[in-house]
């Protein structure tokens, strides 16, 4: 079975642009939480998309957004990049998204914003 | 103050050693417990998965939660080379819905 795949591995962008990262789930999993990490900060929850609806969302801006399609594939899009975006951006799925299920990772997204 | 909280190190051992890694937590509502190891420029791979208090053992591996003290441990007995990562716990709570909570992370060097 195929894991959790991020496009791309890699990207860099300037202040200002803005940035649109993707994921496929392991298949049969329909829940997808994405997460941003950062050396000081560690793991931040961003949001979590189940059936193409936003269940649950971190403390982010707006400038932070996702979507869901019918196939359980997401993305995220940050818009008006700023220098503080750059960061390791982690996309995990589960089966049903319950608390007691594992969460199973991406190698993620790495964006520098410059 | 957050929700977990883990000593970041850095942890350096030599190979063979008993490593122990631990987080404290402050929501005692959390009751389902992970410990995640990464690579470097990896995403995070589930190593062990606990739920409320007790001791689960997977081959070098042996995970500990003492609810009580809202404190996790995660042990590795013999350690390698190869469990050279960044050790991250999380947890989640029946009332945090789908939002699991992350330690920031040990870096732990084993020295052959």
């Known amino acids: 079975k195929a894991g959790v795949t991020q496009t791309p591995r890699y990207l860099i962008k300037t202040r200002g642009q803005q940035v649109t990262l993707s994921c496929s789930p392991i298949?049969?999993?329909?829940?997808v939480s994405w997460y941003q990490q950062t050396p000081g900060q560690g793991l931040q929850f961003l949001f979590e998309?189940?059936?193409?609806?936003?269940?649950n969302k971190g403390n982010f801006p707006g400038r932070f957004s996702g979507r869901q399609f019918s196939n359980s594939r997401s993305e995220m899009n940050v818009s008006t990049l700023e220098l503080g975006d750059s960061a390791l951006y982690l996309c995990?799925?589960?089966?049903?998204?319950?608390?007691?299920?594992?969460?199973?990772f991406g190698s993620g997204t790495q964006l520098s914003v410059l | 103050q957050k929700e977990v909280e883990q000593d970041p190190g850095p942890l350096s051992v030599p190979e063979g050693a008993i490593v122990s890694l631990n987080c404290t937590y402050s929501?005692?509502?959390?009751?389902?417990f992970m410990w995640y190891r990464q690579y470097s420029r990896k995403g995070p791979e589930l190593l062990m998965y606990?739920?409320?208090?007790g001791n689960k053992e997977d081959g070098r591996f042996t995970a500990q939660v003492d609810k009580s003290s809202k404190y996790i441990s995660l042990f590795i007995r013999d350690s390698q080379p190869s469990d050279s990562a960044t050790y991250l716990c999380?947890?989640?709570?029946?009332?945090?819905?789908?939002?699991?909570?992350f330690g920031t992370g040990t870096s732990l060097t084993v020295i052959p």
């Open positions: 995990a799925s589960s089966l049903l998204g319950l608390p007691n299920e594992k969460l199973l």
């Open positions: 298949s049969g999993h329909r829940s």
């Open positions: 998309y189940f059936s193409e609806t936003q269940r």
């Open positions: 929501n005692s509502a959390f009751q389902y």
């Open positions: 606990t739920y409320s208090s």
């Open positions: 999380a947890m989640s709570a029946r009332d945090t819905g789908n939002q699991f909570y």
